[in-house]
Every structure is written in C-alpha cells, then in structure tokens.
C-alpha cells in the first residue's frame, strides 16, 4: 500500500508539471505553419472552437483541452459547436439541454456553445456525413466568431464512429480550401489502443515523450470533468461510469496537426 501511495502522489506531481509546461509547449515541424498555439493580436484573445459530433463528445473526449483554456480566461475564448443534437433514441431536446448544462460545468459560456440540427447531419452511425457541409458550417462559425484554433478528431474518431470521423474529413477539407483564412490552426485529437485508452494516469509519461501537442488535467480538473459528465444524465450507463473512472481522455489529450490529405474530391 505505501508504495501504490507514493505512487499515486508522483504520477499526481508529474500531471501538474506537465499541466504547466503543456501550455507553451511549441509545435513540431509537422505543421501547416509554424506558428505557437494561442498566437493572437496584441490586446485580443485567441478563439477556439471544439467541433463535436454529438452531446457529451465535449466532456468524454476533449475536457482536458478545455479546462485548460477555460482556466486562462485572460488568453483564450472557447467555443463549443456540436454538429447534431444525438437524437438517436429520440432525445434531442434532452441532449441539447444537457450539452448547455455540461458546457456550463466546464466553464463554456452559453453564448459560445452552438448545436446544428439539420437532416444531413443525423446522429446515426450508418450514414455518412457530407465533408463538404461540415466545412461549410465549421467556416460559418470560423468566420463570424474570428476563430483561429480548431480541435477536432482524427481519422479514426477515439471510439471509431463514423460521425466522428466524418468531421475530421469535414475540417481537413475546410483548412486546405484556397480561400481559408491563413493563420487558422487545426488539430487532431489522436486515439490510441485500447490498452492504452484505459490507462488512465499511467498513459501520462508516454504521451508526453511521444505527442506534439499535449494538454492534461489535474485531480480537480479531473473531478469537474467527471462532473460535466453527470450533466449527461440520458447517456449514463454502467459502461460509461467506467469510462469516465479510467479512460485517459478525461485526463490526457494528445494532438497532432490535420495533415494534408492526398485527395480532397
């Protein structure tokens, strides 16, 4: 017992080190443009915007990235745009109010937590989604908020739902359109195995010496996130009380710039 303890006490230590450092860590050469996240003009904020495919993506995948920003009010203004309103089961009126309620938790305003309900974008895992509508809603609010950072999935989506994946195509179209703003930066939230996604604190070390992009939460940004989590009552189940107890992602976010695709068409 004393030694899982002092365990538990310099894994703890080292998540708030590297909650420090993950701030201004400056991105690899792998990127578009080389520039450090949170660049903005003098006097003004940096606007990011999470786009989330259903109501509670904010909290189960990206929480650790938002309560970062969140805490440093004075740099950044964050955004949430949920891409539908999960009305799988029929609950969408429900799952909206729920998402304004967990962002709220989170420390997102209201007034920057946008949810579109369009029948091309159904919460439904076997239709795919149009890239080019995506793009099209994610430039709307890229445009009309001045936003410069954008955090979304990758390619295979965290959990490997279509909806998921399909925003990541939407965003990687959008960024390499010829007409997209210059200093835009997007990013990917990376997934990872299965063994390492269930983690929890234990995936800290190797995510730092392997990531770009790095942004991790300490305890008690961890218990908000599990309380955000809460707000999605119509989503609890057994499997999700484990997720949110051991998942790495309520504690790690690890990113890595959209690549440029080999064909956009």
């Known amino acids: 017992m004393p030694i899982i303890l002092l ?5 703890s230590i080292l998540m708030g080190v590297l909650h420090v450092i993950a701030r201004d860590k400056t991105l690899t050469s792998k990127m578009k443009r080389r520039i450090r996240l949170g660049q903005s003009k003098a006097g003004s904020k940096t ?6 495919a259903h109501p509670d993506d904010e909290v189960m995948f990206f929480s650790p990235t938002i309560l970062n920003h ?33 962002c709220n938790c989170l420390g997102v305003k209201l007034k920057n937590t946008f949810v579109i309900d369009e029948r091309i974008l159904p919460d439904n895992p076997n239709i795919k989604w149009d890239k080019k509508f995506i793009a099209e809603s994610v430039r709307n609010l890229v445009d009309k908020e001045d936003i410069s950072v954008i955090f979304t999935f990758d390619q295979y989506g965290i959990s490997g739902h279509s909806n998921h994946q399909d925003i990541y195509r939407g965003v990687q179209y959008l960024i390499y359109q010829d007409d997209c703003p210059e200093d835009i930066q997007a990013f990917q939230l ?21 990531s770009s992009l790095i942004f991790t939460s300490p305890w008690l940004q961890v218990w908000k996130s599990q309380q955000a989590m809460c707000a999605h009552w119509s989503q609890f189940t057994w499997f999700r009380f484990l997720y949110i107890m051991f998942s790495r992602y309520m504690i790690i976010n690890t990113y890595e710039p959209i690549d440029i695709p080999i064909e956009l068409d």
């Open 190 to 210: 990376v997934s990872v195995s299965i063994f390492r996604k269930y983690l929890s604190v234990l995936d800290t070390f190797y995510s730092y010496m392997t």
């Open 47 to 52: 606007k990011v915007v999470f786009v989330i």
């Open 7 to 11: 365990g538990i006490i310099f894994v």
């Open 70 to 102: 969140v805490s440093d009010a004075n740099k950044y203004e964050v955004y949430i745009l949920c891409l539908s309103t999960g009305n799988y089961y029929n609950k969408g009126s429900l799952r909206i109010q729920e998402l304004y309620d967990s």
